[in-house]
T-cell receptor, first 117, second 111 residues
Framework: GAVVSQHPSRVICKSGTSVKIECRSLDFQATTMFWYRQFPKQSLMLMATSNEGSKATYEQGVEKDKFLINHASLTLSTLTVTSAHPEDSSFYIC?????????????FGAGSRLTVL | GEDVEQSLFLSVREGDSSVINCTYTDSSSTYLYWYKQEPGAGLQLLTYIFSNMDMKQDQRLTVLLNKKDKHLSLRIADTQTGDSAIYFCAESKAAGNKLTFGGGTRVLVKP
């Protein structure tokens, strides 16, 4: 079946640094990927929709200059948290939709836990 | 706007059936999903149902959809300790489209 890989699975960084999280579709091409954020004991909130070859679409309240999304190929989307602060500590999960239509479901990655000190 | 709600917690004895309930507000929801999340892990798709279906069964899982009341349920038969996790319902307007999640129901299975 379809597999989505996220890397790194865990990252700890100092306040003020930038962190890049990768989301890869391993055995399929994904025109569209979605980035979610999950705070402890809370639900997943959609941050942005990543579109291959074009700008990402951000949800209301999500700072596009802080959360940079690049979807440069059909198998890779990256989320960069710029100038990270402790309040950015969270679990970031991506999901991918297989290109070509007919896919009824999204495949989720295992998530990346970011801790900002 | 879209709103998906679930109860927070469910405790069940091993071997019993679990029923997790979910309500949604958007009548244009086309696909409804159930995901399982174990501690520190991503989401595992359990099952999904299209809005023109009333029921879907897959081994120990049964999904019931009452479209009129906008109510979705997931029944897990013969619940096992490995079923302890957080269960999220979610909806989307189109196949493979972005999902709106409920708050999650934490299921604890006691031996």
């Amino acid at each position: 079946g379809a597999v989505v890989s996220q890397h790194p699975s865990r990252v700890i960084c100092k306040s003020g640094t930038s962190v890049k999280i990768e989301c890869r579709s391993l055995d399929f091409q994904a025109t569209t990927m979605f980035w979610y954020r999950q705070f402890p004991k809370q639900s997943l909130m959609l941050m942005a929709t990543s579109n291959e070859g074009s700008k990402a679409t951000y949800e209301q309240g999500v700072e596009k200059d802080k959360f940079l999304i690049n979807h440069a190929s059909l198998t890779l989307s990256t989320l960069t948290v710029t100038s990270a602060h402790p309040e950015d500590s969270s679990f970031y999960i991506c999901s991918a939709r297989e290109s070509g239509g007919g896919a009824n479901v999204l495949t989720f990655g295992a998530g990346s836990r970011l801790t900002v000190l | 706007g879209e709103d998906v709600e679930q109860s927070l917690f469910l405790s069940v004895r091993e071997g019993d059936s679990s029923v997790i309930n979910c309500t949604y507000t958007d009548s244009s929801s086309t696909y409804l999903y159930w995901y399982k999340q174990e501690p520190g892990a991503g989401l595992q798709l359990l099952t999904y149902i299209f809005s023109n279906m009333d029921m879907k069964q897959d081994q120990r899982l049964t999904v019931l959809l009452n479209k009129k009341d906008k109510h979705l349920s997931l029944r897990i038969a013969d619940t096992q300790t490995g079923d302890s996790a957080i269960y999220f319902c979610a909806e989307s307007k189109a196949a493979g489209n972005k999902l709106t999640f409920g708050g999650g129901t934490r299921v604890l299975v006691k031996p």
